[in-house]
């Protein structure tokens, strides 16, 4: 598990959004929440809030992770 507190946010998925992209993409809703949790439980993302979710930096960060976590301790 990722624990680092270097966030890259994806966003807020309500069920109206989750609605919306689910009828634009052609699957249920419920196929869209099966599918999130599904990226939540292998950890590419994880859930921060109520339909909030990030992305986990070790896949998603275009720098070397060391090189971020050394930006974050001096911007902390």
């Known amino acids: 598990m990722y624990t680092h507190e270097h ?3 994806i966003g807020l998925l309500t069920k109206n959004s989750r609605d919306r992209l689910a009828e634009q ?3 249920k ?4 929440r099966n599918q ?6 292998k950890e590419i ?4 809030g109520t339909g909030e ?17 050394n930006d974050e301790n001096v911007s902390s």
């Open 45 to 48: 993302f994880r859930r921060i």
């Open 29 to 32: 809703e419920t196929a869209m």
């Open 7 to 9: 966030r890259i946010a």
């Open 53 to 69: 979710f990030e992305a986990n930096p070790n896949l998603f960060a275009r720098s070397a992770w060391s090189d971020i976590h």
């Open 25 to 27: 993409i052609g699957v």
């Open 36 to 41: 999130i949790t599904r990226l939540c439980q």
